[in-house]
């Protein structure tokens, strides 16, 4: 029988270390299904972030299909998300370096560039086989002092046509999304919205006929409006189109049917998502009349097919509470799946036997299960009677326990957004903390999706208030139960989850440290430079700018440095255009002035979110050494030192 060694919590010596996490580890997306195979997009740290396609034949060969020079990713609102098409025996895709559209035949040879250099981003393509062109979302930076514009527009296929490659279909409205043809191509359905809704607040659902040229004629509005979250619009096999809709406060399925907008199966559960990336998709049609689909209940995923002639719904027994990306095809569902314990997995799925199948990992599991700590889904008090969610994980390791009187320390983990949501899916970051003895909460505050609109409206006008709140009262639930010392709880954040993490830290006295990754500190500098697409996110929720000026102030973390106390550190790429890195530098400014011990890393070359494997096994090295100064642990394993102005 082995011996269980006893150390503090922190010191645990763990084998899930800071170079395997970032080791053979890939991101997945993406996914297409066709008869040439199947096919989806690898994010590679070890190759400095590229994005790279990868198709898996019906004969189970597996291989690279992006030459080492191309990274398949669009910026079409700087997330992109849809960067490639399969069609006509070829990929069509954005290339990330000069945003160029690519043609890439499935045969081997080079890809060749469709579009002409220039101002111009593309995505969401979809083919318009009968016109023998692209049809998709471009986004025109020509005009330098001014935002972009988006607009839906076709790329011609034909090499040998004397007239403009491009022609502009739809135009006119800040934003456009999920352009898709009608199967007899006589229609096209999409989204658009204006300022200062973000998607998911309110879009247009519009359907219009080409005209004998292929041009747009005038469409009308079939569903959606400024209060209305339309998500993901599809044609039926039969064409009659399809859509997920929040009219009802919970996004759920809908179709017209006999020029009526018709409910298919109402349930107080999310079918929809925050359109963060382009090509987001959770259900699919099987046959006519029925589908694949996902949706979400208090912070699990599901996989159901629905007969929409019975509206009868068939969930599937699979042991994956975290579910994305869903495709159909012949038979089969497609989509991503991970659990506490499976890291990230293509998975296939009989719709007829139920059986399903791991058809390819992110990564192997790189400890064993007995080193994971197990998430447990809590609910609990916040304010004003209003409740929130969130995972805990216990600190867990078989090698070690701690003192009996000692009690872990905590980090609060806030995601980023805030639109957005944690889940129950494999986090490799989080097991590398419960493996060395830190608990772990991972918060679904107000204004987290996956719990119904008015949960997700909580945040309105309420940023830096309603989530700081959840965070704050998610701790105090844990000191109540005796579960985490409430003398070293951390919180830590990226993004929007990094201005949480600043906030709490400035106006709130429950936590002891704190990291910010790429976070905001300054709302009005994020208000006047931020890029089109979250240009105008804060006027909900924060308000309208300039003319809640002072509210912006009151919130921003950076004018209110005096209260805070805490040791923080910050991480932030140089590049970012989405939350600029002068944020990061003046809050380090405003901390060593004040005497506060602060740690600032600033990676080359890096945007909003870190890719470069290096960078990232840094960012957790870095952490470890400074929660062992500020937490007065010595950690099992050395780590390169890292400054901590004004502590010693």
């Not at 689909?293 to 009868?312: F, I, K, P």
């Not at 012949?330 to 007829?352: F, K, R």
């Not at 208000?527 to 003319?547: C, I, M, N, Q, W």
Request: net charge negative.
């Amino acid at each position: 029988m082995t011996s269980v060694n006893v150390s503090p919590y922190g010191s645990w010596k763990s084998p899930l270390t800071s170079g395997m996490i970032v080791a053979q580890a890939v991101r997945l997306g993406q996914i297409q299904v066709t008869a040439q195979g199947l096919f989806w997009v690898e994010g590679r740290p070890t190759e400095g972030g590229r994005n790279v396609i990868v198709r898996r034949t019906s004969d189970a060969d597996i291989s690279d299909i992006t030459p080492s020079t191309f990274n398949v990713r669009s910026r079409v609102h700087e997330y992109g998300g849809a960067a490639y098409l399969i069609a006509n025996e070829a990929i069509y895709f954005s290339n990330d370096s000069d945003q160029r559209v690519y043609r890439h035949p499935l045969s081997g040879a080079w890809p060749e560039p469709m579009t002409d250099p220039g101002p111009f981003r593309y995505a969401d393509f979809t083919l318009d086989a009968s016109r023998n062109r692209l049809i998709a979302i471009r986004e025109d930076h020509s005009v330098t002092d001014h935002e972009p514009s988006n607009a839906i527009v076709s790329i011609s296929l034909d090499e040998s046509s004397k007239e403009p490659r491009e022609q502009l279909l739809v135009q006119g409205y800040d934003f456009y999304a999920s352009p898709r043809l009608s199967p007899d191509g006589r229609q096209l359905a999409w989204l658009s919205w204006n300022h200062p809704n973000m998607p998911w607040d309110g879009c247009e659902l519009w359907v219009a006929d080409f005209d004998a040229d292929g041009a747009v004629t005038e469409g009308k509005i079939v569903a959606g409006g400024p209060e209305e979250s339309i998500f993901q619009p599809e044609w039926s096999p039969t064409g009659t189109l399809y859509f997920i809709s929040d009219r009802t406060g919970w996004w759920n399925l809908y179709r017209i049917w006999q020029d009526e907008v018709n409910a298919l199966f109402p349930m107080e559960a999310e079918w929809g998502l925050p359109q963060w990336n382009f090509g987001l998709s959770t259900y699919g049609f099987h046959s006519p009349t029925t589908l694949a689909c996902l949706y979400t209940q208090e912070g699990n995923w599901h996989l159901a097919t629905l007969d929409v002639e019975s509206r009868q719904l068939s969930s599937f027994d699979l042991s994956y509470p975290e579910l994305s990306d869903l495709r159909v095809f012949n038979g089969h569902a497609y989509c991503l799946a991970s659990s506490p314990t499976e890291p990230h997995c293509l998975i296939q799925v009989d719709l007829l036997s139920n059986h399903h199948s791991i058809l390819y990992r992110s990564r192997g599991l790189p400890v064993s299960q007995d080193y994971l700590s197990t998430p447990e889904a809590i609910t609990y008090p916040t304010e004003n009677g209003q409740q929130a969610h969130a995972f805990f994980y216990p600190p867990h390791n078989p090698d070690f326990s701690a003192p009996s009187q000692e009690r872990p320390p905590l980090i609060v983990k806030s995601h980023g957004g805030p639109t957005g949501a944690t889940d129950q899916s494999f986090d490799v970051m989080i097991q590398y903390w419960t493996s060395r003895g830190f608990a772990v909460l991972d918060v679904n505050y107000g204004g987290s999706t996956g719990y119904g609109r008015t949960y997700r409206a909580r945040l309105n006008g309420q940023w830096g208030i309603v989530d700081i709140d959840d965070c704050v009262n998610g701790v105090k639930s844990l000191i109540r139960q005796d579960k985490i010392d409430p003398k070293r709880v951390a919180i830590m954040g990226g993004s929007a989850g990094g201005y949480t993490t600043l906030c709490a830290l400035t106006f709130r006295d429950i936590f002891s440290a704190g990291s910010s990754h790429y976070g905001v500190s300054d709302l009005e500098a994020l208000a006047r430079d931020t890029h089109k697409f979250e240009s105008r996110y804060l006027h909900g929720l924060v308000g309208p700018y300039p003319e809640e000026r002072e509210r912006y102030q009151q919130r921003s973390p950076i004018h209110h440095a005096s209260q805070l106390s805490c040791p923080i550190i910050l991480f932030q790429g140089l590049e970012d255009k989405v939350v600029p890195p002068d944020q990061a530098g003046r809050m380090v400014e405003a901390l060593n002035n004040k005497g506060l011990p602060v740690a600032y890393v600033a990676f080359e070359g890096e945007q909003h979110g870190f890719r470069k494997a290096d960078n990232i096994k840094r960012v957790l090295d870095v952490e470890l050494y400074f929660y062992s100064r500020i937490f007065k642990f010595s950690p099992a394993d050395p780590i390169e030192p890292i400054q901590i102005l004004n502590f010693s």
